[in-house]
């Protein structure tokens, strides 16, 4: 059974910054991608970024590029979220999520909002 665990929430300040941790157990997938995603109060849920397990890539919402920066330890099945200069709008529920691959897809594919297995999510609020 895949098990995914957040931590790292909290408040930040505008132009802050955050790291959020996910410590995966259990997977077996072969190729798979492993990241993030947000849902803020009316929205709807949506990717920030994911890596993809078998050759490292990695993919990031137009929104957040060139301020987070996704990373993972293989040794700790852990994978990072580190979160800069952030603003107002990143307030949401971070969710860290896994979705088996079974080809090679697209960056839409992989920040699409479906997923195998979620965590139970981390609230990050970003104030002024």
């Known amino acids: 059974e895949v098990q995914l665990v957040e931590s790292g929430g909290g408040l930040a300040q505008v132009g802050g910054s955050l790291r959020l941790s996910c410590a995966a157990s259990?997977?077996?997938?072969?190729?798979?991608?492993i990241g993030w995603f947000r849902q803020s109060p009316g929205k709807e849920r949506e990717g920030v970024s994911v890596?993809?397990?078998?050759?490292?890539?990695?993919y990031y919402a137009d929104s957040v590029k060139g301020r987070f920066t996704i990373s993972s330890d293989n040794a700790k099945n852990t994978v990072y979220l580190q979160m800069n200069s952030l603003k107002p709008e990143d307030t949401a529920i971070y969710y860290c999520?896994?979705?088996?691959?079974?080809?090679?897809?697209?960056?839409?594919?992989?920040?699409?909002?479906?997923?195998?297995?979620w965590g139970k999510g981390t609230l990050i609020t970003v104030s002024s």
């Open positions: 890596i993809r397990k078998g050759d490292g890539s990695t």
């Open positions: 259990g997977l077996t997938f072969g190729d798979y991608t």
């Open positions: 999520a896994v979705r088996r691959l079974t080809g090679p897809y697209g960056s839409k594919y992989y920040l699409s909002p479906r997923a195998d297995c």
